[in-house]
C-alpha cells in the first residue's frame, strides 16, 4: 500500500512563504511523477504543480514564478515552495503520485489527505 504525507502547510501572512512536503512510503517499484493541486470552498479542485522523475516541471498560470516544485528522489518526497502568498492562494493543497507498484505494471494514482493553507491579510 502506499501512502502520501503531506507537511508544512498552516497560516501565513500575504506575501510570506510556505514549503509544502509530500513524502510517499510503502512498497512500490517507482514513482513516475508528484503534483499538487488545491481545493478552496465552493471550488473545484484545481492543478498547482507537478514534477516528473526526469525532473520536468509544470505550472498552473496562477502560481507561476512563485511556487517551485521540487523532490528527492532518493527520499520518494516532493516539495512546494510556496512565495508571495496571496489571498486566493488559501486552500486545501493535496499531492498525488502516479506509483508503479512492480516494474511491469502501469503506474496508479495516489492522493494524500492534505494540508490546509490560510493566507491573512
Same mark, same amino acid.
Given at each position: 500500500q502506499v501512502q502520501l504525507v503531506e507537511s508544512g502547510g498552516g497560516l501565513v501572512q500575504a506575501?510570506?512563504?510556505l514549503r509544502l512536503s509530500c513524502a510517499a512510503s510503502g512498497?512500490?517499484?517507482?514513482?513516475n511523477a508528484m503534483g499538487w493541486y488545491r481545493q478552496a470552498p465552493g471550488k473545484q479542485r484545481e492543478?498547482? +504543480?507537478?514534477?516528473?522523475?526526469g525532473g520536468s516541471t509544470?505550472?498552473?498560470d496562477s502560481v507561476k514564478g512563485r511556487f517551485t516544485i521540487s523532490?528527492?528522489?532518493a527520499k520518494n518526497t516532493a516539495y512546494r515552495q510556496m512565495n508571495s502568498l496571496k489571498?486566493?492562494?488559501p486552500a486545501v493543497y493535496s499531492c498525488n503520485a502516479y506509483v508503479k507498484i512492480f516494474r511491469v505494471t502501469s +503506474?496508479?494514482?495516489y492522493w494524500g489527505q492534505g494540508t490546509q493553507v490560510t493566507v491573512s491579510s
Amino acid at each position: 500500500q502506499v501512502q502520501l504525507v503531506e507537511s508544512g502547510g498552516g497560516l501565513v501572512q500575504a506575501g510570506g512563504s510556505l514549503r509544502l512536503s509530500c513524502a510517499a512510503s510503502g512498497s512500490f517499484f517507482s514513482i513516475n511523477a508528484m503534483g499538487w493541486y488545491r481545493q478552496a470552498p465552493g471550488k473545484q479542485r484545481e492543478f498547482v +504543480a507537478a514534477i516528473t522523475d526526469g525532473g520536468s516541471t509544470n505550472y498552473a498560470d496562477s502560481v507561476k514564478g512563485r511556487f517551485t516544485i521540487s523532490s528527492d528522489n532518493a527520499k520518494n518526497t516532493a516539495y512546494r515552495q510556496m512565495n508571495s502568498l496571496k489571498p486566493e492562494d488559501p486552500a486545501v493543497y493535496s499531492c498525488n503520485a502516479y506509483v508503479k507498484i512492480f516494474r511491469v505494471t502501469s +503506474a496508479r494514482e495516489y492522493w494524500g489527505q492534505g494540508t490546509q493553507v490560510t493566507v491573512s491579510s
